[in-house]
């Protein structure tokens, strides 16, 4: 692909985006498809992506006071492009030249070269105010949408400004090594001997933070299965979920899989099988993922059964017995994970939320009928979002006369009405949430603790 082709195929993907037709993991080619010499091409591409929706509110804003009006609807991909121009010119280490020439190239490549000499004069105009601005604005609440700021705002009083920050930053590359193959120690020897440098997680046992991202094709063992790419904080569930050899556990909303797999790491550490583990999700498609997770890490078996199906309608999928362990990694908003998918940013609006509550809720509740007695279900969001975690939670126990939160003893986090809340740090964690519930058994009307 040519420099002017990327351009345009990234104002392409953005301009889609912009209308809902997927988000950048569902519109981005897969590495995986293309030829080696094409693979600095896809990081730019990437890059532009990524970087114009994490400054997307920001640059929208200044591009509505270049323009004497707005573009058509049918020109969205020449107003993306101009994003993409922006974004070049005030946060990518590029020549300013170049960044301009194929920004207007690309226009011929979209087959609007009419909008050559509009593309041109707005990026030079923008050049200028860039230089000759004393200082630009480091108010973080600029790059989101008003609504997600003021809600932001209003759960985290004290904290809210630290997760806007926290949600424009580069993440920071984490691996989580398979202790069932190898320990971490060894493993952080393995990466030192390839000149990889890292330090260990401290709040997953499992975690290692790269110093720099990296392909995961260069990651010593990646392909036999020693290691996976996931956020500490994702790391934590098997250690609350506790499963334990033989039992019938469930991941309800599994793709790709990481926490399935992390969770038959742990109980394959100790030489460990469940009874049955059943992964399953909406999205069909998804569930390839899972299976090649499963298949590099060798965690395939008889035991561990895929399937498609939505499990807040249980008697669509469910046999009627009951299972020891659930895990309801819920359909969240993302507000924790921003900074790995900045397009959150420009996809998610105000109303998503009241309805993923209402749809986590109903999984809460359908979900826990197919819980045993004594048995353990952990719920978790990668949300900061309160409604989505702690008031989701404290209106279920509300509810639920058999359902008894489990404190989570630990030195992580915050502990909020119900449950325990990781927030977004700078080269940390993800925003995370976690509650664990006990199904009383009917002996004691208590959690069998
Ligand atoms: C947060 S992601 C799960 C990530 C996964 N647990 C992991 O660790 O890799 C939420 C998943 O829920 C799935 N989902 C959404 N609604 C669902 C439903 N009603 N039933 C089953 N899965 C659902 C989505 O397709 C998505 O894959």
Not at 294 to 311: F, I, K, N, T
Request: charged content about 20%.
């Amino acid at each position: 692909m040519k420099p002017a082709k990327v351009r345009a195929t990234a104002a392409q993907i953005l301009a889609s985006l912009l209308r809902q037709q997927g988000s950048l993991a569902s519109l981005l080619p897969r590495t995986t498809d293309m030829a080696d010499q094409d693979q600095n091409q896809m990081a730019l591409l990437r890059e532009l992506c990524f970087g114009t929706c994490r400054w997307y509110h920001q640059l929208n804003q200044e591009l509505g006071s270049l323009l004497d009006k707005p573009l058509k609807n049918k020109d969205a991909d020449i107003h993306c492009l101009l994003l993409l121009g922006m974004y070049q010119l005030e946060h990518m280490r590029l020549a300013d030249h170049a960044a301009v020439s194929e920004t207007v190239n690309a226009t011929v490549v979209l087959k609007k070269g009419w909008a050559k000499s509009l593309v041109n004069g707005v990026l030079r105009q923008y050049q200028r105010r860039l230089a000759s601005a004393d200082s630009r604005s480091d108010d973080s609440s600029l790059t989101y949408a008003a609504w997600l700021v003021d809600t932001i705002r209003a759960d985290w009083p004290q904290q809210g400004s630290g997760i806007l920050t926290a949600g424009n930053q580069h993440p920071p590359m984490t691996l989580r090594v398979n202790l069932a193959r190898v320990s971490r120690a060894a493993y952080l020897d393995q990466l030192a001997i390839e000149g990889i440098e890292a330090t260990p997680g401290t709040l997953a046992e499992s975690a290692i933070y790269l110093a720099q991202g990296r392909a995961v094709s260069t990651l010593p063992g990646f392909s036999d299965g020693l290691v996976s790419v996931q956020d500490e904080a994702s790391q934590l569930i098997p250690g609350l979920l506790a499963a334990g050899s033989g039992q019938r556990i469930l991941d309800a909303c599994a793709a790709p899989g990481g926490k399935t797999c992390h969770v038959l790491e742990s109980l394959a550490r100790h030489g460990d099988e469940p009874h049955t583990m059943l992964a399953l999700d909406i999205e069909a498609r998804r569930l390839g993922r899972i299976e090649e997770n499963l298949q590099r890490l060798m965690l395939a078996a008889p035991c561990v059964h895929l399937q498609a199906a939505d499990s807040s309608e249980p008697a669509s999928w469910w046999d009627g017995i009951a299972f020891d362990r659930i895990l309801l990694d819920a359909p969240c908003s993302a507000t924790g994970i921003i900074r790995r998918q900045p397009d959150v940013k420009v996809l998610r609006q105000a109303a998503d939320v009241p309805r993923l509550v209402a749809l986590q809720h109903k999984l809460l509740v359908n979900l826990w009928s197919c819980l045993a007695p004594g048995g353990v279900m952990v719920y978790s969001t990668c949300s900061v979002l309160r409604d989505e975690n702690d008031r989701q939670i404290l209106r279920f126990l509300a509810e639920t006369p058999d359902a008894q939160e489990i404190p989570i003893a630990a030195k992580w986090g915050i502990v909020t009405d119900a449950g325990r809340q990781l927030l977004p740090t700078d080269q940390g964690p993800d925003g995370f949430y976690f509650a664990v519930l006990r199904k009383t058994t009917p002996e004691s009307g208590k959690p069998d603790l």
